[in-house]
């Protein structure tokens, strides 16, 4: 393919994709387009599957929900480039720069493509492998990377909330500063990995390898560790959940005597007052706490996910890296609250009657 006809299949795509009469999506599967220069360019939903962009600028450019299956990215320049919902599965990121790129919802798993070889008549295996990846401030939420191969990665300041990482091989990968709250890394390999610091509220790591893994000042609340040893794991300062049977009595009599009157429409009980009440990393998932007064209290770090707050008074409150994941917050006073570094993700936060 000349240069010209990649000149005129990329304008062409350009206006398919602003629907412009006459455009066509362009397939440029399988080219060689090493060395192209496409700052900005607009390459959303392209075909390049199993094509061969190394060396490319592609910076700034926007390549969302584009099929690059098995391409060659290795040294491409993708700084803050839009790839999110792209297919990137057996893709070779290998030294590629991808500073301030999206990648949301992107799948970046293992695959092998099959081609036909003309030559020799016969089908061959296109296999690109990812390995080892230096990611900065990357936007990876929701990204599919199960069973990836990513050992000695550099991961970050990045984002991975809600990733699947199910079964990869992160073993000695820096996280330093990466958000992983309500990620799964489910059976994935992190033996030796740098994660002191990182946020890991909701994260699902069942049956994950933690060998000589550093989770120190990393904020696990909500965390799923069944099936993991931590004998070898650094885990100093890390922040764990406190049960509620861990409170002090008379804390777990207000919310004891709480649940009696939610449950029997006031008839019993009494209306929880826990204003300006130290509850820190405390473990309440999917506990009914409507209209519940929390004001000025401090709940810095505690597992919220799935509860019921509807007209509750937060007024004030400490909420900091609090996992709110799901949970029920129609006609809540928010006034002041203070919500720095908490999960939100399918929180409801819509008005009451």
């Not at 700052?39 to 969302?64: E, M, P, Q």
């Not at 939420?141 to 991975?160: C, E, H, M, P």
């Not at 959940?241 to 409170?247: D, F, I, K, M, V």
């Amino acid at each position: 393919m000349t240069p010209q006809q990649i000149i005129a299949a990329l304008i062409s795509h350009d206006k398919w994709v602003r629907h412009v009469p006459g455009g066509q999506r362009a397939n440029l599967a399988l080219k060689e387009l090493c060395g192209m220069s496409l700052s900005g360019a607009k390459l959303s939903r392209i075909k390049l599957t199993g094509a061969d962009l190394s060396r490319s600028v592609l910076d700034g450019a926007n390549l969302s929900d584009a099929d690059l299956f098995a391409a060659n990215l290795s040294k491409c320049d993708l700084t803050g480039a839009n790839l999110a919902g792209a297919d990137i599965r057996g893709a070779c990121l290998r030294d590629a720069e991808l500073t301030g790129a999206s990648l949301a919802g992107a799948d970046l798993r293992n695959g092998n493509l099959m081609t036909h070889s003309p030559e020799r008549r016969q089908l061959e295996m296109l296999i690109r492998e990812t390995g080892a990846m230096d990611l900065n401030h990357v936007n990876l939420r929701g990204a599919r990377l199960s069973g990836k191969a990513l050992a000695n990665s550099n991961i970050l300041q990045t984002d991975l909330t809600d990733a699947s990482l199910r079964g990869a091989d992160l073993s000695d990968a820096d996280f330093s500063g990466s958000n992983l709250n309500g990620a799964d890394l489910s059976d994935a390999v992190l033996a030796g990995a740098d994660l002191s610091g990182v946020s890991l509220m909701g994260a699902n790591l069942q049956g994950a390898v933690l060998t000589d893994a550093n989770l120190s000042y990393a904020n696990l609340a909500g965390c799923d560790l069944e099936g993991v040893d931590l004998s070898t794991v650094e885990l100093d300062n890390a922040e764990f959940l406190r049960a509620p049977e861990s409170l002090p009595l008379s804390i777990q009599e207000i919310f004891n005597d709480h649940y009696a009157w939610v449950e029997s429409g006031g008839a019993r009980g009494a209306r929880a007052d826990l204003s300006g009440e130290d509850l820190t990393n405390v473990d309440l998932a999917g506990a009914n706490l409507d209209a519940a007064d929390f004001s000025e209290a401090d709940l810095t770090g505690a597992n919220l996910a799935g509860c019921e707050f509807v007209m509750a008074d937060f007024g004030n409150a400490k909420l900091d890296k609090c996992n709110l994941r799901g949970a029920n917050l129609s006609g809540a006073n928010m006034a002041r609250a203070s919500l720095s570094g908490s999960n939100l993700c399918d929180t409801d936060f819509k008005p009451a009657d």
